[in-house]
T-cell receptor
C-alpha cells in the first residue's frame, strides 16, 4: 500500500550543524505525524501537521507540511548530541491504519 | 498512567519454539497496534485492533503469526513455530480513537531466534 518515502536514510553531522529529513508521498496526505526514536528506545511522538503549508516549531525543530500536502520536512537547527536518534514520519491510511516511513538515522560528531 | 506495558523485554528462543509476546495498552485507548522493527525493513505494521476486534492483519507475514485481544487491557502476538528471520524488536502501541491522536509505544520486546 501507499507509504511515504523518507530521505535520507542516514545523516551524519558535526555538532552545531543543521539537519533536515524529508517525507514524500505520491498522494495527498490527510495529515502527517513525526516521531523520534532514541537508540535502544521506542518511537516517541513529536508533532502532527494537518493544514496545507503548516509550519510548527519546537525549540530548534521546525516542521513543515507542503502546500499540496504531499510532502513534509523536519529541520533541526544547530544540532546537539541529544538530537541523536532516528526520525520517522507517519501517515494515516484509511480510517486508522498508521504506517511509518523508513526513518532517517541521525548521528552526531561532538 | 503507566503507559503501554510490554513483556517480556527480551526473549531468546530456539527455532521451532512457540513465542508469545504480551501487551497492556493504556487504559481508555481503543486502538492497539503491533509493529515489528528490523534494520532492513524498518517499522512494519503487523496488525491493529479497534475495541478488541482485529481490523487489518494484512501486515502479518505468514500463518505462523497470530494476534489476539481478548479484552480491552490485554493483547498477545504469537509466533509458532518461530524462525531465525523472526528476530526483531516487536512494539505494541495504543491510541484513542479521536482524529489525530498520537500513538503511544511500549518499550518493545527484543526477540532473538537461534
Amino acid at each position: 500500500g501507499q507509504q511515504v518515502m523518507q530521505i535520507p536514510q542516514y545523516q551524519h553531522v558535526q555538532e552545531g550543524e543543521d539537519f533536515t529529513t524529508y517525507c514524500n508521498s505520491s498522494t495527498t496526505l490527510s495529515n502527517i505525524q513525526w516521531y523520534k526514536q532514541r537508540p535502544g528506545g521506542h518511537p516517541v511522538f513529536l508533532i502532527q501537521l494537518v493544514k496545507s503549508g503548516e509550519v510548527k516549531k519546537q525549540k530548534r525543530l521546525t516542521f513543515q507540511f507542503g502546500e499540496a500536502k504531499k510532502n513534509s520536512s523536519l529541520h533541526i537547527t544547530a544540532t546537539q548530541t541529544t538530537d541523536v536518534g532516528t526520525y520517522f514520519c507517519q501517515e494515516l491510511l484509511g480510517a486508522q491504519k498508521l504506517v511509518f516511513g523508513q526513518g532517517t538515522r541521525l548521528t552526531i560528531n561532538p | 498512567d503507566a503507559g503501554v506495558i510490554q513483556s517480556p523485554r527480551h526473549e531468546v528462543t530456539e527455532m521451532g519454539q512457540e513465542v508469545t509476546l504480551r501487551c497492556k495498552p493504556i487504559s481508555g485507548h481503543d486502538y492497539l497496534f503491533w509493529y515489528r522493527q528490523t534494520m532492513m525493513r524498518g517499522l512494519e505494521l503487523l496488525i491493529y485492533f479497534n475495541n478488541n476486534v482485529p481490523i487489518d492483519d494484512s501486515g502479518m507475514p505468514e500463518d505462523r503469526f497470530s494476534a489476539k485481544m481478548p479484552n480491552a487491557s490485554f493483547s498477545t502476538l504469537k509466533i509458532q513455530p518461530s524462525e531465525p528471520r523472526d528476530s526483531a524488536v516487536y512494539f505494541c502501541a495504543s491510541r484513542v480513537s479521536s482524529y489525530n491522536s498520537p500513538l503511544h509505544f511500549g518499550n518493545g520486546t527484543r526477540l532473538t531466534v537461534t
